[in-house]
């Protein structure tokens, strides 16, 4: 097991398979959320962003309300913090989407914030490889976990 971490943020990942039904990262996410609940990597980060993204992949998936209740659990989840979204995560978001070729704006948003201040450990917690290219940004692989 990692050691203790505080502020380690997780990509949304994590968050749609500890969700979903049937999902090949399940049993992972399933660990992450336990070891999290017990408070194994300290507060653990959100940035806001999620829920939008979380409702543009859910939403052919589910209703609207499921994808309200899966918001409600993650925000109000023991040792889950939400941080709200600034100008400046957004503006570094665009920086790193340009220099570093993300795959999409919410993969940027997730970078910068766990970038931020917010996040003093600069540490994501996401099965996406393409954090590795980002510097000074660590990715905590939870399939390791």
Known sequence: MEAERNGMLIENDMIL???KKNDNLKTHATRLFSSIE???FGSVLVPSIFSIELYYVLRNL???SSVRDIISHVVTFPN???VPSTIDHQLAAL???ENYRLGSIF???YAAVSLSN???DHTIASTDRIYDRIEGLTR???TNI
């Open 17 to 19: 398979a500890f969700y």
């Open 38 to 40: 017990e408070g194994k």
């Open 62 to 64: 589910t209703g609207v």
């Open 80 to 82: 889950i913090s939400v």
């Open 95 to 97: 920086y790193l989407l």
């Open 107 to 109: 993969d940027a948003i």
């Open 118 to 120: 917010d996040n003093p």
């Open 140 to 142: 905590l692989d939870p």
